[in-house]
């Protein structure tokens, strides 16, 4: 059974530092597409009272990040999680042009941003300046008897390409989410892409909360849930002015030493 839900519990919010992500993509109004994908909260409720535990061997996370001024050929950097438990973990990387940041909490929520500014290239339509973020989670879990879990997942996506196009220069976030039983025998799906080109003005702002409920069987099943946020922005190639380039560097290298802080002190 799939829905589509306002939050019926209030939302425990990420980290304040995740929240750096949008400001600072909001502050650089000048770039040309900016992406930015929230999980806001992650919660679920047993319906007949029992209790759900995760399996503790199934936990996967990875999280991810790119930049690439001219698709690599002029500037490129990568950075993705070396531990896939889940749990506190910040990714950046930036290169002139173009910066992505994921970050993860212990919580099981996130966020993941993506920038990009015009800037020179090899051609304006194969080879764009790009960056990305990506969080990959999935977990494996029992109820103590038959029953049914619901998973409520809040979320906003935020992008942004004024005078974009379809093609070279535009903004994406993606959210997947699915849950079920292992047996097949419920759950969904949701797969959610919103561009920049979906809004008149090339801005737009979406959010909501997904909800997906599990039936087990019994102790011995087992029932599982997956949730992927990515961030995508792309950008033409063009000569910027060189405090744009400033900025975003600045930017990137500012909000990566205060998650790093943040991750430290966890």
Same mark, same amino acid.
């Given at each position: 059974?799939?829905?589509?839900?306002?939050?019926?519990?209030?939302?425990?919010?990420?980290?304040?530092?995740?929240?750096? =992500?949008?400001?600072?993509?909001?502050?650089?109004?000048?770039?040309?597409?900016?992406?930015?994908?929230?999980?806001?909260?992650?919660?679920?409720?047993?319906?007949?009272?029992?209790? !759900?535990?995760?399996?503790?061997?199934?936990?996967?996370?990875?999280?991810?990040?790119?930049?690439?001024?001219?698709?690599?050929? +002029?500037? %490129?950097?990568?950075? &993705?999680?070396?531990?896939?438990?889940?749990?506190?973990?910040? &990714?950046? /990387?930036?290169?002139?042009?173009?910066?992505? *940041?994921?970050?993860?909490?212990?919580?099981?929520?996130?966020?993941?941003?993506? $920038?990009?500014?015009?800037?020179?290239?090899?051609? /304006?339509?194969? &080879?764009? +300046? *790009?960056?990305?973020?990506? !969080?990959?989670?999935?977990?494996? %879990?029992? $109820?103590?008897?038959?029953?049914?879990? @619901?998973? +409520?997942?809040?979320? @906003?996506?935020?992008?942004?390409?004024?005078?974009? +196009?379809?093609?070279?220069? %535009?903004?994406?976030?993606?959210?997947?989410?699915? /849950?079920?039983?292992? $047996?097949?025998?419920?759950?969904?799906?949701?797969?959610?892409?919103?561009?920049?080109?979906?809004?008149?003005?090339?801005?737009?702002?979406?959010?909501?909360? !997904?909800?997906?409920?599990?039936?087990?069987?019994?102790?011995?099943?087992?029932?599982?849930?997956?949730?992927?946020?990515?961030?995508?922005?792309?950008?033409?190639?063009?000569?910027?002015?060189?405090? &744009?380039?400033?900025?975003?560097?600045?930017? $990137?290298?500012? !909000?990566?030493?205060?998650?790093?802080?943040?991750?430290?002190? =966890?």
């Amino acid at each position: 059974m799939k829905k589509h839900i306002l939050s019926q519990s209030p939302a425990r919010r990420i980290l304040p530092v995740a929240a750096l =992500a949008a400001t600072m993509a909001c502050g650089l109004a000048h770039a040309d597409s900016t992406a930015t994908v929230q999980i806001d909260s992650f919660s679920y409720n047993v319906a007949g009272g029992g209790k !759900l535990a995760w399996t503790g061997t199934d936990a996967y996370q990875n999280v991810s990040a790119q930049a690439e001024d001219a698709g690599g050929i +002029n500037g %490129f950097d990568a950075n &993705q999680s070396t531990t896939y438990a889940i749990g506190t973990n910040v &990714q950046s /990387a930036s290169t002139t042009y173009a910066g992505g *940041m994921a970050y993860a909490t212990g919580a099981r929520t996130g966020s993941v941003t993506a $920038l990009s500014l015009h800037g020179p290239g090899i051609s /304006a339509i194969s &080879q764009p +300046n *790009m960056g990305s973020g990506s !969080l990959n989670q999935s977990d494996a %879990f029992t $109820l103590t008897g038959a029953d049914t879990v @619901t998973f +409520n997942v809040g979320y @906003t996506i935020s992008v942004s390409s004024p005078g974009g +196009n379809t093609s070279d220069s %535009f903004a994406e976030g993606v959210i997947d989410f699915s /849950a079920g039983s292992y $047996l097949g025998t419920s759950g969904g799906t949701f797969d959610i892409e919103k561009y920049s080109f979906d809004s008149a003005t090339g801005i737009g702002t979406y959010d909501g909360t !997904l909800s997906l409920t599990v039936q087990l069987t019994g102790a011995d099943d087992i029932g599982y849930y997956s949730l992927v946020s990515n961030a995508y922005a792309s950008s033409i190639s063009a000569v910027p002015e060189p405090s &744009q380039a400033a900025l975003l560097l600045a930017g $990137l290298g500012a !909000l990566g030493a205060a998650l790093r802080r943040r991750q430290h002190r =966890a």
